[in-house]
């Protein structure tokens, strides 16, 4: 009898174990049964936000040459808050080249791996690992379950289970800071060491807008490109710099209530977001201080114009886009305090969101109307695309993502469309904010 119980369940345990550890799929019409093996997911922040732009899967044996229409890649996205519509749930990704790597997706003469490069635009939902929310229990961007299905169609060899994620600048931040300003109130805060660390180096801080709320401090480097000033071509501006960006649980212009305000009443976080970056100063002395540089954008844009506004005298400079503080509840007394406080700021005419005649015009006419010497204000007709790959200038990204152009370094103009100057040379934004610093 024991040895009967013994057979059944040493039989009943292989075919859970082969239940286990294949699956059957349906790859070109046919049932295959696979293994489990593992990928790497590669997300990188673009103009528009992020995109899983690439995959790399590991081989059975070292390869030189790979070919990409060997490889099909479907996905599936899901959030268990988040309604995701049906066309942006699943479906399949376009492989557009493949070539053998290391396991970080560095290109190598013959290995094991192999980095699958994937189509991604504006239009390809699809390509993201976020979803934009406006519920209320998930309001903002949150990153969603993204399933991957990869196929060798020669082989059938089926990559599905995510081992890893790359993140390529973000994986150069220190994404666990946090700060509490009071008994049960704290900002999280990703921040970037440049590598000249026995030298002073400026800091650049970069507030994120209304969407980026909440305690996962890579939703603001990605969604808005803000991780871009870690690049190598932004720290060349600066001979290296710190980079600070602090997240806070809702709304930067939420009020003590957790309604929005656009400057008529105190909003809950200002002071506490000072306590952290003079926090931050304090426990990083190669900062210079003559060189801390705070700008945002929409809701951003209104707690840098806010830090300003507070302690004129602390900021080497302001780079503000999509402001979102309305003018009508700034002070001329304001207005006249922050006249030296170099500013630039950007903008696009057909911003829906925040209407620049209620807000960034207004604000710099003003200065401009009290003497300020160092302000300029970039404003273009439309925020388009800067890469050329999707129509650049006839396709048009929605008018409140002025940001795009601070991101990629790309304002280079005044208010009536002359370029920026700085002793008869043209100059763009960070080439310009680079040389700002405080007597």
Known sequence: MKKNCMIKFHSFLLINVLLFSFTCINVVGKCVSITSNGFTLVVEGFDWGPAVNKVIVELDAPSASVDFRNFMVSVERSHSCVEIPATQAKGERTVVYAYPSDDKGN???????????????????????????????????????????????????????????????????????????????????????????????????????????????????????????????????????????PQCPGAWMHNKEGKTSHGEVDDAYNKGLMMLIKDFVKNHPNIDAKRIYVGGCSNGGYMSLKLILNEPSYFAAGYISALAYQSQYITDQQINSIKNVPIWFIHSKDDGTTLPDNTVVPVYKRLKAVGAKNVHFSFYDHVTDLSGFYGGENYYYTGHWSWIYSHVNHAKTEFDGSPVKINGKSISIMEWMAVQAKK
Not at 178 to 206: H, M, Q, R, V
Request: glycine share 10%.
């Open 107 to 245: 290109r190598v003469k013959e290995g094991t791996f192999v980095t699958l490069v994937l189509a991604v635009s504006p239009n390809l939902p699809l390509g993201s690992p976020f979803q934009y929310s406006q519920k209320a229990d998930c309001r903002g961007n949150q990153w969603v379950e993204y399933k991957m299905t990869i196929t060798e169609t020669k082989s059938n060899k089926v990559w599905n289970k995510q081992k890893n994620k790359l993140m390529p600048l973000v994986d150069e931040f220190d994404l666990s800071g946090k700060f509490n300003y009071g008994e049960g109130k704290s900002l999280t805060f990703a921040s970037f060491t440049p590598k000249n660390k026995n030298t002073k180096s400026p800091l650049i801080i970069w507030l994120h807008g209304g969407g980026e709320g909440g305690t996962d401090p890579t939703i603001p480097l990605l969604a808005n490109k803000a991780a871009n000033y870690a690049s190598k071509e932004m720290q060349a501006y600066f001979g290296g710099a710190y980079v600070l960006s």
